[in-house]
């Protein structure tokens, strides 16, 4: 007895909070603290509330596969294209027929089919010791595999998806041969075993242990904030030729929404030019739509050209990008 | 008899239900990526995950065991004091204190910054990385276990087996390793497995370090090479490595009866100078498992700026999932730890007892996943057609099966070692007395359990602020804990916001630790 109204108990617990109305429910991978301010703005303009749930994107994807119809979820929203392919993949996005969202989004950052949305550019790219490298000595990313930077490179677990994603999109454009060569050459060229994140790699090129790493550059401009006089400085790689390879933070509105006019507006919103300014800047990232200017705070750095393939690749070429990643023992 | 075989198996069911679809994943076999995995995976796995579990299970013997002897052995200045400061690391989850290791030796660490800034020394300590790294921070964050299972046992000695040996002529060695160790062998197999299966099932402090267990693979599987079915596959196997363990303990166990409760023997008082050289070597132990990785979450939360608001419900949050499952643990371990007490006869309730406590190795992530989908099944078979979604998949009763199936063997450990202690005779004699086994229960058997349920209590609670994969997997929206915000900053790298969740989740850890240790 003492069970069953125990049970109720945690059923209505549970439950509470699920009716009311115009509630956007966004089960994100963006991290509250990135995304919330965006959100509050949201609010404030239309009254609409945005409630977010955190999680990984594989979990949450296949949250809204077990949810099925009775998903709380409005929007999926990750940090990476290729768990945006995914989703779309497993059926869990509905195709949308926007003409402001096609209009504000590069056809590259978006979905052919309409489930998905870049909503910001992430570039990943080199970052370097300036009291001892010079820029001219760098070029491209592959060049880092030459062995003149033996034991000077530091890489980022391949366990990250944003390394699975760079990989992929190498396989995808130059084939399995020269990524697998390229990949081996860094391998090769470790200064240290791959760290847990992009700040701790910062860190070891600011310590000396590296001379340069691969990392995505708001990792360096939150550093820099915090740390103006960091001997650290980035490199836009890559410019003479396919451009430096850029991943996406987007989203798309789930099959099942119960909102989902109100998440079309939100998402609209989101790509509108006054968010785009936004949305980027709260994480030193790059609007996806490219006739709004880089924030202030990144502007120093200078502008860059991004590779222009279709990020979709990034999810079609995973898998085999982490066989590649594990057979040439990227750790 | 099939009535309390058929209640045990009930109670297993939060266990057995994800361990059912794990093994219905073996329908159909991706050859081509087992054939990756048996190539250029497996084999580091499987020698990184042997390397970690037999240095952790070193590290916590020499760590744990050490303690123990120290504090159930001997007697010096400041030991009562020492015997609850030693469990205190209990507060802190492996993960967080991976992290501050990991920061105590970087760049912007607190080591560093101080020898840079004031004495202009470019030197960092060297970060723990890999197996070793694995094994450094698996043994501080498991050796209280151990500790806290040896220490009882070691100061449970009987006297007389003691004096007998050494009347009988042998040293204190041989006395040592012929009597004292025999005795101390089933409580140490006991915390050698449960830190075994804690070390199997993480994945936080496995995955910053860069250590390639078999449970990292796992995720690597499922997130990266994008095949949950193959995950599932592998986390089958390591169920069954785990199963193969919880046997081997059970065997080694069932030869053991207290037929009494002897007279303990005296401590050995220690000299001044032994005294110096417990509290130089405590203190050391202390430094590395508790005040160092604090001083870093310290220097951290005192640099960031905090949306305190936040963290008053992901407090009450991690509260009220604690309490209530802890509460569920009792409730549910004490049947299961009575009757398996009182039944001793049936060599069928043994085992389903045990079967219950399987998931205490089953990585959280895999065995939430598994219950959303069983939960989700459950629903649709049982939810009229034109009902509202009761989303049981994400609700707080699929948060408590989850702990429920995780944590019922942290519950089950005291209340089975405080039952142990009831001798026969006692029962024996409330038999005669014309007491049926209800009765015994309820008189005799309860009042004897109260300290033990207890612990239970706070075992259980403990963990559960801790637990991070299954909350994450589990909690419905608006159920946001320390450990989800602890995650939600760690996985950005914003160890210095990380850092102020991370010291009120050890706070809330601490108090109930420290209840259990003065409490014994």
């Known amino acids: 007895m003492r069970t069953h109204s125990f049970m109720a108990l945690c059923l209505a617990l549970g439950l509470s909070g699920w009716a009311q109305a115009t509630t956007i429910t966004v089960y994100s991978e963006r991290k509250a603290q990135l995304i919330d301010p965006i959100f509050a703005e949201f609010t404030r303009e239309t009254g609409i509330e945005v409630r977010t749930l955190v999680d990984q994107a594989p979990v949450l994807i296949e949250r809204l596969a077990a949810e099925g119809e009775g998903t709380p979820a409005d929007m999926l929203m990750t940090v990476d294209a290729g768990s945006l392919w995914q989703a779309g993949e497993r059926g869990v996005l509905r195709e949308l027929d926007s003409a402001s969202l096609k209009e504000a989004i590069p056809a590259s950052l978006r979905d052919e089919q309409g489930r998905w949305f870049g909503l910001s550019l992430r570039a990943r790219t080199i970052v370097y010791d300036k009291r001892v490298v010079k820029p001219e000595q760098l070029s491209t990313l592959a060049a880092l595999a030459d062995p003149e930077w033996k034991g000077k490179l530091c890489l980022r677990s391949s366990k990250k998806i944003y390394n699975q994603s760079l990989v992929a999109m190498m396989l995808a454009r130059d084939g399995e041969a020269s990524t697998e060569s390229v990949v081996r050459g860094w391998v090769a060229n470790l200064a240290a075993p791959p760290f847990a994140d992009d700040m701790l790699a910062i860190g070891a090129v600011a310590a000396g242990r590296c001379e340069v790493a691969l990392v995505n550059s708001y990792y360096l401009g939150r550093m820099l904030d915090e740390n103006p006089e960091l001997p650290v400085s980035i490199f836009w790689a890559d410019q003479q030729g396919t451009g430096v390879h850029v991943n996406i933070s987007g989203a798309g509105i789930t099959r099942h929404a119960k909102q989902a006019e109100a998440a079309q507006r939100l998402l609209e919103w989101l790509a509108s030019d006054k968010a785009q300014a936004k949305f980027a800047e709260v994480n030193f990232e790059y609007p996806a739509n490219p006739r709004i200017p880089a924030s202030s705070k990144v502007a120093g750095w200078g502008n860059f050209k991004p590779d222009q393939a279709p990020i979709a690749q990034a999810g079609q070429w995973q898998a085999e990008a982490v066989k590649l990643m594990d057979r040439a023992g990227w750790k | ?520």
Request: proline content about 6%; glycine content about 6%; hydrophobic content about 60%.
């Open chain 2, 1 to 520: 008899m099939l009535g309390r075989r058929l209640g045990l198996l009930v109670l297993a069911l939060p266990v057995l239900a994800p361990c059912l679809w794990l093994l219905s994943a073996w329908q159909s076999l991706d050859v081509s990526l087992w054939s990756h995995l048996s190539q250029h995976v497996l084999p580091n796995s499987v020698l990184e995950t042997l390397a970690v579990l037999l240095g952790v299970a070193a590290g916590t013997l020499l760590l744990g065991a050490g303690t123990g002897w120290l504090i159930g052995r001997c007697e010096f200045v400041g030991r009562r004091l020492w015997e609850w400061l030693l469990l205190l690391p209990l507060a802190l989850p492996p993960y967080v204190l991976a992290f501050a290791y990991l920061g105590l030796a970087d760049y912007f660490g607190l080591p560093g910054r101080v020898l840079r800034e004031s004495f202009a020394i470019d030197w960092l300590p060297p970060a723990p990385h890999g197996p070793l790294g694995g094994i450094l921070i698996m043994s501080l964050a498991l050796y209280p276990y151990v500790y806290l299972l040896l220490r009882e046992s070691f100061a449970r000695q009987p006297a007389s087996l003691v004096e007998s040996a050494r009347l009988l002529g042998l040293g204190p060695w041989a006395s040592f390793w012929r009597v004292q160790w025999p005795l101390a062998r089933p409580a140490l197999l006991a915390a050698i497995a449960l830190v075994s299966m804690e070390c199997l099932a993480e994945f936080g402090a496995m995955s910053v370090l860069g250590v390639d267990s078999l449970t990292v693979v796992l995720y690597r599987t499922w997130f990266s090479l994008q095949s949950l079915q193959t995950a599932a596959q592998l986390a089958s196997l390591l169920l069954g490595c785990v199963a193969l363990l919880g046997l081997l303990v059970a065997l080694s166990r069932t030869r053991l009866s207290y037929a009494s409760l002897p007279r303990p023997r005296a401590r050995r008082r220690l000299s001044r100078w032994q005294q110096a050289l417990a509290w130089a070597l405590l203190a050391t132990l202390l430094l590395f498992a508790l005040i160092l990785p604090l001083l870093q979450l310290l220097a951290w939360a005192s640099t960031a700026e905090h949306p305190v608001q936040q963290y008053r419900e992901a407090i009450m949050a991690s509260l009220k999932l604690a309490g209530m499952a802890a509460l569920l643990a009792l409730v549910l371990g004490l049947p299961v730890a009575l009757i398996a007490a009182q039944q001793r006869r049936d060599r069928w309730l043994m085992p389903l007892a045990q079967l219950g406590h399987l998931g205490y190795a089953v990585p959280g992530t895999v065995l939430a996943l598994g219950l959303m989908i069983v939960l989700t099944a459950l629903e649709s078979w049982l939810r009229p057609a034109d009902a509202a979604p009761w989303l049981l998949s994400t609700s707080v009763l699929a948060l408590l099966l989850a702990y429920q199936a995780r944590f019922a063997r942290l519950a089950h450990a005291p209340l089975a070692s405080a039952l142990a202690a009831v001798r026969p005779s006692m029962r024996e004699a409330a038999q005669t007395l014309g007491a049926g086994a209800l009765e015994r229960s309820w008189r005799l058997h309860l009042p004897l359990l109260r300290p033990a349920a207890f612990a239970a209590l706070l075992m259980v609670f403990v963990e559960v602020i801790k637990e991070l994969p299954a909350t994450l997997i589990l909690r419905p929206i608006g159920w946001d804990t320390l450990a989800t915000r602890i995650y939600a900053y760690t996985s950005e790298g914003q160890w210095d916001l990380a850092a102020l969740p991370a010291l009120l989740l050890i706070l809330a850890g601490l108090l109930p630790v420290a209840i259990l240790a003065r409490q014994r």
